[in-house]
């Protein structure tokens, strides 16, 4: 403590032999480390022998008695412990001072004298450092750190004012960029305003005008259909006429015989007799019958004989009469997987739900779910015609094959006729107790067959406008039907899960494929009529052979439902409307040769699992149905965003 400077410390050093305790009062213990003074102690004889008197029981009573018992003193009047702070000595605080300023060699060579001169035994004067010189540096170092904290703070102050500024900039900055664009807001307002007006004034002419043009595009497409009629009927009637004058020829050889003879006598010049020269003297004169032949099939005219029960009755051909003239043709396959996105036409308000093409124009048919049904141009998409009469969504649309008509199912329980030439409805079937889903006409066109959810499907007859037949076997909606090519067998698709092939005189099921593990959407058969291709809810396409009653392939297109199919005029192309917006293409050809797999030994032809080839991306939103040409040149496919895209 000494060399701290604390001047406790002296260099007097205490003998063993002296007492500290028998030091002169007053005086500081000699050898003592401690400056302190002490005071003598006087010395208690505990050693004395003399043993105190004997007190009696009674006088010790008595001196507790008149002993007085001083009460406890309050904690308010116990003495208080104090602190008394020590003066600091000179050399402690040129110490602090030098370690504050970080003089440290100053401080080193400081420390290094003292040490030197203590060891040296040299005395050294312990100062004390004076109160008021402890408090102004106390005060100065609280000065300088208020002086700090002041300095901090105008800091920060300037920087607030600063960032203040800014703000104060950027809000008048922002106001007057908000007063702007309100005032263009307003602006533009005005001249939407002035527009719309503009636009509504225009609206009347723009509907007169489109209704003009609908009704010139429809004038000038009856005017090629009624062409086209007539020139069929001219030359059916130029045939009629050569095929009488032929017959004619044939019945009077005497006429002939007589004709050269009087021009072989008249010196080779001849007369023209007219009608009267080919018959005999006294005969009466008939005229030449003109009979105008059907432009439909060959087997029209047995189609139409008339059946019992019903005067305009008609009658299926004959199996025997059919003949399949695509059966022996080989056509290449439709590069449908190289289609690209050619036209985009928005047709219909709602989703258009089906597709039908013209067996022999540019000419395609939409119907949708805003109950109409329309036909229009291509590739320009023109419009040519808009049928209205459903009183509910149309669900399938079908051309006759002459062409003169076509057929509309819908979700009002009917099936309507519509004829295009005299722009109307013909004939109106209300023989279903539910919603119609699809429907086909026969190719001799004598009879339409229609799906419904009533799970039957049905046969009508054209000419008489009556059911002829009823097809009933599923358990579930029927979701779609089709003739065969050139047969009087159909296929329907339905929600038990199954396609089912029946006889179209009997109505009785000629077979039933099974494979399928949901509700059956679509089936197509190709031009051959020897396959057929179905797909379901769940995305899955199978194709069946008839002639051996196999399933020839699977294809595994999930987990988007498949809506509607269509095969190529090879037959080997298939293309899918999927629930994902595309359209999914796949070949069926398994070899380089571009033949489809050859028959095993016991005739079937072996399940294949085939993988897609390509895909038609453009619609944003499910597609409903895929056509493709028969040429093979395009594509046409239907969607719910209510657009059909042509693609070539």
Not at 16 to 39: F, K, M, Q, W
Not at 125 to 146: C, F, K, M, S, W
Not at 228 to 254: F, H, N
Request: negative net charge; charged residues 25%; glycine residues 6%.
């Amino acid at each position: 403590l000494g060399e701290l400077g604390y001047g406790l410390v002296s260099d007097r050093r205490m003998d063993p032999t002296e007492n500290p305790l028998s030091a002169p009062p007053g005086l500081p213990v000699e050898d003592s480390d401690d400056d302190s003074i002490y005071e003598e102690v006087e010395d208690i004889d505990f050693g004395s022998d003399t043993e105190p008197q004997d007190e009696g029981l009674e006088e010790a009573i008595q001196s507790l008695k008149t002993t007085a018992i001083e009460p406890p003193q309050p904690v308010s009047q116990l003495p208080q412990p104090q602190v008394q702070q020590r003066p600091s000595v000179t050399s402690d605080y040129i110490r602090n001072y030098l370690i504050r300023s970080g003089f440290e060699k100053t401080l080193d060579c400081f420390q290094t004298e003292i040490y030197e001169r203590k060891s040296r035994g040299e005395s050294m004067a312990e100062d004390t450092v004076p109160d008021g010189y402890l408090e102004n540096q106390q005060l100065q170092d609280r000065i300088r750190h208020l002086e700090d904290e002041l300095e901090r703070s105008r800091k920060i102050a300037t920087k607030a004012s600063s960032t203040w500024d800014k703000f104060r900039k950027e809000r008048d900055f922002h106001k007057m960029h908000h007063k702007r664009v309100v005032q263009e807001k307003n602006k533009l307002i005005k001249d939407m305003k002035r527009l719309t007006e503009h636009i509504n004034s225009y609206e009347p002419a723009l509907k007169e005008t489109q209704r003009r043009y609908e009704s010139a595009m429809k004038e000038k497409m009856l005017v090629k259909l009624e062409r086209d009629r007539l020139s069929s009927k001219v030359q059916a009637l130029e045939e009629t006429l050569q095929q009488i004058e032929g017959e004619g020829d044939r019945r009077s050889p005497t006429r002939t015989t007589a004709t050269r003879r009087l021009g072989a006598a008249s010196g080779g010049k001849t007369r023209t007799l007219g009608t009267t020269a080919g018959r005999t003297q006294g005969e009466p004169r008939q005229s030449p019958t003109r009979r105008q032949p059907s432009p439909g099939p060959r087997h029209n005219a047995t189609s139409r004989s008339r059946g019992p029960g019903h005067d305009r009755d008609s009658l299926l051909p004959d199996a025997a009469s059919l003949q399949n003239p695509f059966a022996s043709l080989v056509f290449d396959p439709t590069p449908a997987a190289s289609f690209s996105l050619s036209k985009t036409f928005r047709g219909h308000e709602s989703a258009i739900s089906g597709l039908a093409l013209h067996p022999s124009k540019s000419i395609v048919a939409t119907c949708s779910d805003d109950s109409k049904w329309r036909l229009w141009a291509l590739p320009a998409g023109e419009l040519i015609m808009c049928g209205e009469g459903h009183r509910s969504w149309v669900s399938d649309i079908a051309f006759h094959p002459r062409a003169q008509h076509l057929a509309t199912t819908s979700g009002d329980n009917t099936v309507k006729i519509w004829n295009i030439l005299a722009a109307q409805c013909s004939t109106t079937f209300t023989d279903h107790t539910g919603a119609v889903w699809a429907c086909g006409f026969h190719d001799a066109g004598d009879f339409l067959v229609s799906a419904s959810m009533d799970h039957t499907a049905k046969l009508f007859d054209i000419h008489s406008e009556r059911c002829r037949q009823t097809f009933r076997g599923h358990v579930d909606s029927v979701n779609d039907v089709t003739f065969l090519p050139y047969s009087n067998l159909l296929v329907t698709a339905s929600a038990d899960k199954t396609i089912s092939l029946w006889d179209g005189q009997s109505a009785h099921c000629v077979q039933t494929f099974f494979g399928h593990t949901n509700a059956c959407n679509k089936v197509a058969v190709n031009l051959k009529g020897d396959t057929i291709a179905a797909t379901d809810a769940d995305g899955t396409v199978r194709v069946w052979d008839i002639r051996t009653i196999s399933e020839r392939a699977k294809i595994e297109l999930g987990p988007h439902a498949a809506n509607g199919i269509c095969i190529d005029r090879s037959g080997s192309v298939l293309a899918v409307a999927s629930d994902d917006g595309t359209v999914k293409i796949i070949n069926l050809e398994q070899s380089q040769s571009g033949l489809l797999p050859e028959l095993s030994a016991t005739g079937d032809l072996p399940s294949t699992s085939l993988q897609l080839q390509g895909e038609l991306r453009g619609h944003s939103d499910t597609v409903n149905a895929v056509l493709m040409d028969r040429g093979g040149k395009f594509a046409v496919t239907a969607s719910s965003d209510c657009t059909f895209r042509l693609w070539s």
